[in-house]
Nanobody, 125 residues
Framework: QVQLVESGGGLVQAGGSLRLSCAASGRTFSSYVMGWFRQAPGKEREFVAA????????DYADSVKGRFTISRDNAKNTVYLQMNSLKPEDTAVYYCAADHGGTRPGEGEWDYDYWGQGTQVTVSS
Protein backbone atom coordinates (compact mmCIF):
# COMPACT_ATOMS: atom_id res chain seq x y z
CA GLN A 1 0.00 0.00 0.00
CA VAL A 2 1.26 3.46 -0.93
CA GLN A 3 -0.09 6.78 0.26
CA LEU A 4 0.53 9.84 -1.87
CA VAL A 5 0.26 13.45 -0.69
CA GLU A 6 0.54 16.32 -3.16
CA SER A 7 1.54 19.87 -2.27
CA GLY A 8 2.66 23.06 -3.96
CA GLY A 9 -0.50 24.08 -5.75
CA GLY A 10 -1.83 27.62 -5.66
CA LEU A 11 -2.75 30.72 -7.62
CA VAL A 12 -0.28 32.10 -10.14
CA GLN A 13 -0.41 34.58 -13.00
CA ALA A 14 -0.03 33.46 -16.58
CA GLY A 15 3.62 33.06 -17.45
CA GLY A 16 4.54 32.18 -13.90
CA SER A 17 5.87 28.97 -12.37
CA LEU A 18 4.94 26.47 -9.71
CA ARG A 19 6.55 23.28 -8.45
CA LEU A 20 4.33 20.49 -7.29
CA SER A 21 5.59 17.80 -4.94
CA CYS A 22 4.20 14.37 -4.20
CA ALA A 23 5.44 12.61 -1.09
CA ALA A 24 4.97 8.86 -0.96
CA SER A 25 4.89 6.54 2.00
CA GLY A 26 6.38 3.08 1.90
CA ARG A 27 9.83 1.61 1.45
CA THR A 28 9.47 0.57 -2.18
CA PHE A 29 8.95 4.00 -3.75
CA SER A 30 11.94 3.53 -6.00
CA SER A 31 10.23 0.59 -7.71
CA TYR A 32 7.18 2.60 -8.79
CA VAL A 33 6.57 4.40 -12.03
CA MET A 34 5.14 7.78 -11.03
CA GLY A 35 2.78 9.99 -12.95
CA TRP A 36 0.96 13.30 -12.83
CA PHE A 37 -2.58 13.79 -14.14
CA ARG A 38 -4.92 16.76 -14.03
CA GLN A 39 -8.64 17.41 -14.18
CA ALA A 40 -10.16 20.74 -15.14
CA PRO A 41 -13.77 21.61 -14.24
CA GLY A 42 -16.20 19.83 -16.51
CA LYS A 43 -13.47 17.80 -18.18
CA GLU A 44 -12.11 14.31 -17.85
CA ARG A 45 -8.88 13.63 -16.04
CA GLU A 46 -5.93 13.71 -18.42
CA PHE A 47 -2.33 12.59 -18.45
CA VAL A 48 0.35 15.23 -17.84
CA ALA A 49 3.70 13.49 -17.27
CA ALA A 50 5.27 10.27 -16.04
CA UNK A 51 8.70 9.05 -14.98
CA UNK A 52 10.26 5.61 -14.71
CA UNK A 53 11.46 4.19 -11.41
CA UNK A 54 15.06 5.21 -12.14
CA UNK A 55 14.20 8.60 -13.56
CA UNK A 56 15.89 7.67 -16.79
CA UNK A 57 12.73 7.71 -18.87
CA UNK A 58 10.04 10.37 -18.96
CA ASP A 59 6.91 11.05 -20.98
CA TYR A 60 4.85 14.21 -21.41
CA ALA A 61 1.53 15.23 -22.85
CA ASP A 62 1.98 17.36 -25.95
CA SER A 63 0.21 20.26 -24.24
CA VAL A 64 2.94 20.57 -21.57
CA LYS A 65 6.03 19.45 -23.45
CA GLY A 66 8.80 22.03 -23.15
CA ARG A 67 7.10 23.79 -20.23
CA PHE A 68 6.77 21.09 -17.55
CA THR A 69 9.48 18.84 -16.12
CA ILE A 70 8.92 15.73 -14.04
CA SER A 71 11.65 14.48 -11.72
CA ARG A 72 12.03 12.28 -8.68
CA ASP A 73 14.23 11.87 -5.63
CA ASN A 74 14.05 8.27 -4.51
CA ALA A 75 16.00 9.02 -1.34
CA LYS A 76 13.20 11.41 -0.31
CA ASN A 77 10.32 9.30 -1.69
CA THR A 78 9.19 12.34 -3.64
CA VAL A 79 8.26 13.12 -7.22
CA TYR A 80 8.13 16.67 -8.55
CA LEU A 81 6.43 18.53 -11.36
CA GLN A 82 8.10 21.80 -12.28
CA MET A 83 5.63 23.91 -14.24
CA ASN A 84 6.90 26.94 -16.16
CA SER A 85 5.24 29.36 -18.57
CA LEU A 86 1.88 28.53 -17.08
CA LYS A 87 -1.26 29.25 -19.06
CA PRO A 88 -4.87 29.70 -17.93
CA GLU A 89 -5.70 26.39 -19.60
CA ASP A 90 -3.34 24.66 -17.14
CA THR A 91 -5.87 25.41 -14.39
CA ALA A 92 -6.94 22.10 -12.87
CA VAL A 93 -6.66 19.80 -9.90
CA TYR A 94 -3.35 17.95 -10.26
CA TYR A 95 -3.07 14.36 -9.08
CA CYS A 96 -0.03 12.24 -8.37
CA ALA A 97 -0.25 8.52 -9.15
CA ALA A 98 1.91 5.44 -8.61
CA ASP A 99 2.19 2.37 -10.82
CA HIS A 100 3.35 -0.70 -8.93
CA GLY A 101 5.40 -2.94 -11.14
CA GLY A 102 5.35 -0.69 -14.16
CA THR A 103 8.30 -0.98 -16.50
CA ARG A 104 7.83 2.25 -18.43
CA PRO A 105 6.00 5.56 -17.95
CA GLY A 106 2.34 5.03 -18.79
CA GLU A 107 -0.21 7.57 -20.03
CA GLY A 108 -3.39 5.76 -19.07
CA GLU A 109 -5.17 6.06 -15.76
CA TRP A 110 -5.55 2.29 -15.80
CA ASP A 111 -1.76 1.95 -15.54
CA TYR A 112 -1.77 3.38 -12.02
CA ASP A 113 -2.65 1.66 -8.77
CA TYR A 114 -2.52 4.47 -6.21
CA TRP A 115 -3.66 8.10 -6.31
CA GLY A 116 -3.24 11.19 -4.20
CA GLN A 117 -6.03 13.52 -3.16
CA GLY A 118 -5.02 16.26 -5.60
CA THR A 119 -3.82 19.84 -5.35
CA GLN A 120 -5.46 22.83 -7.03
CA VAL A 121 -3.53 24.91 -9.55
CA THR A 122 -5.15 28.10 -10.76
CA VAL A 123 -3.58 30.26 -13.46
CA SER A 124 -5.02 33.73 -13.89
CA SER A 125 -4.86 35.63 -17.17
Amino acid sequence: QVQLVESGGGLVQAGGSLRLSCAASGRTFSSYVMGWFRQAPGKEREFVAAISWSGGSTDYADSVKGRFTISRDNAKNTVYLQMNSLKPEDTAVYYCAADHGGTRPGEGEWDYDYWGQGTQVTVSS
